[in-house]
T-cell receptor
Framework: GAGVSQSPSNKVTEKGKDVELRCDPI?????LYWYRQSLGQGLEFLIY????????KSGLPSDRFSAERTGGSVSTLTIQRTQQEDSAVYLC????????????????FGPGTRLTVL | QKEVEQNSGPLSVPEGAIASLNCTYS??????FFWYRQYSGKSPELIMS????GDKEDGRFTAQLNKASQYVSLLIRDSQPSDSATYLC?????????????FGAGTRLFVKA
């Protein structure tokens, strides 16, 4: 079946512009995660959705970052007034979440969106 | 203290040797543990998951879990150059009405031919 898809694959924008990143999870996966990865660094957790709710928003770096999920499926990560330090690969992952149970939850990652802020 | 800690490496081993990757975690309530592999420029992919104390083997890979010591490790036997990648340790923790996965920063492994 289809995996996690993300769009766009690459985004170049100018400082101060707003950007929207999209994630389509695997069908039936109730949990959805957003991460950020800078070059040569580990995964930085941004936000986690269970269904349409976000139990944990603690990883969002600032109020310029927001995310939503509708219909328990597609999610959009929005970055307002982008800064150069926002340049990174933004990864989305989905999992069965509570539907699958804590013990068996495996995250499946999308290919990422490479964001470059000039 | 970081929730999940790994030695960043790089860890360099000769081809055919055993590579040992280690991870410690801080939340004693953690119940499930995962190892992901990430090739350069690619997304992470799951290698193994482990939930009970002891060893779990899958081919050349063995995951080891010690909840009392809050320690999880990954052994790669007969290491191959194709195993060269960053290995991410991940732990599920309870949060609010659900849970989330916390990743370590990863250990870079180089297998020399």
């Amino acid at each position: 079946g289809a995996g996690v898809s993300q769009s766009p694959s690459n985004k170049v924008t100018e400082k101060g512009k707003d950007v929207e990143l999209r994630c389509d999870p695997i069908s039936g996966h109730t949990a959805l995660y957003w991460y950020r990865q800078s070059l040569g660094q580990g995964l930085e957790f941004l936000i986690y959705f269970q269904g349409n709710s976000a139990p944990d928003k603690s990883g969002l770096p600032s109020d310029r970052f927001s995310a939503e999920r509708t219909g328990g499926s597609v999610s959009t990560l929005t970055i307002q007034r982008t800064q150069q330090e926002d340049s990174a690969v933004y990864l989305c992952a989905s999992s069965l979440g509570l539907a699958g149970g804590l013990f068996t939850d495996t995250q499946y990652f999308g290919p990422g969106t490479r964001l470059t802020v000039l | 203290q970081k929730e999940v800690e790994q030695n960043s490496g790089p860890l360099s081993v000769p081809e055919g040797a055993i590579a040992s990757l280690n991870c410690t975690y801080s939340d004693r309530g953690s119940q499930s543990f995962f190892w992901y592999r990430q090739y350069s420029g690619k997304s992470p992919e799951l290698i193994m998951s482990i939930y009970s104390n002891g060893d779990k083997e899958d081919g050349r890979f063995t995951a080891q879990l010690n909840k009392a010591s809050q320690y999880v490790s990954l052994l790669i036997r007969d290491s191959q150059p194709s195993d060269s990648a960053t290995y991410l340790c991940a732990v599920n923790i309870l949060v609010g009405g659900g849970f989330k996965t916390i990743f370590g920063a990863g250990t870079r492994l180089f297998v020399k031919a």
